[in-house]
């Protein structure tokens, strides 16, 4: 069983959300049910499956941690999300017909689902990994996006970790990129539960093997690397569901001794002083300077280039 998962729970996960999700959709139910239903399931699934199959040695039963992130998928998800709609979906969908017809690049609503789903991915996903490069780069981004990579434990929910202000900015990077563009509400739904379960994927502690795949999608293996504390790693895969962007601009990484990543430890540097509550994870940006280690012990001083070629 564990090598089934191992090895096929990754691409089947993908796949059976679109097909759940349009068999739903034949049902009659609305985007706004689907969404929920599916995205939960496959929450509770990658936990299930953590508990079940979890590392031990690097997933922490760190409740404060659990509590924190799932509220920061029912809180710092969905408000900034409806604060969203509510200041700008009426100005670019709705009131806006005049500007978005100079600009809608008319949407092959005729093309198979798949074709526009891939291609949904393709224009969010570059939208996406700049956001993400963005936050990456410069400090204030670096403050907000912080948040996501200050576990030192690595586990399914830390893929729900979000400040508000990074889904605000998120959100509208994407999506109202998309809207922008002319997707379809229906498309959006498919692109919506995709994101929802590759993160959960990526960031689950049980081993997710993806060969070729880690070729085009941001894979679990990959993404590990990403919240690695070492800043030459985390500056890289910054693709959120396909990493092909990184290919593109030189920013793939994938190490194949994943035992150092842990050996090393993840998340913020050593001695960056964090607060797992929720209010903790909140003022987060807003005391950044304060809980930062009196000497960054980085890690950019390991010449790392020598590391890899030692490996
Ligand atoms: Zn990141």
Known sequence: MKTFITYWFYPLSLILTVVFAWLLKQAGLSNGLIVPILSL?????????????????????NREEITSDLLHASVSSTIPTWLFRVLFYSLIVEASSRFQSSFDIGWPNDWPLLVQIGL????????????????????????IHAVHHSSRNYYSLIGLR?????????????IGFLWF?????????????IAATNSLCQHSSFEQKAGPLNWIMATPELHRWHHSKLVEESNRNYGDILIIYDVL???????????????????????????????GHLKMPFVWKAIQPEKVLSDKEENYEKHIAGN
């Open 249 to 279: 601009f030189g920013t793939r990484i994938f190490p194949k001794d994943v035992e150092r990543l842990y050996d090393k430890g993840m998340g913020l540097p050593d001695g960056t002083q964090v607060d797992h509550s929720y209010w």
């Open 162 to 174: 979000r400040h508000p202000l990074q889904t605000f900015i998120t959100f509208g990077g994407r």
């Open 41 to 61: 399931s496959i929450i509770v699934i990658c936990f299930a499956l953590e508990l079940k199959y979890r590392d031990t040695q690097h997933w922490g039963h």
């Open 181 to 193: 563009v002319g997707v379809p509400a229906d498309i959006l739904m498919y692109y919506t539960l």
């Open 120 to 143: 949904c991915l393709l224009f969010s996903e570059f939208a996406a990994y700049w956001i993400h490069r963005t936050l990456h780069t410069f400090d204030i981004g670096w403050r």
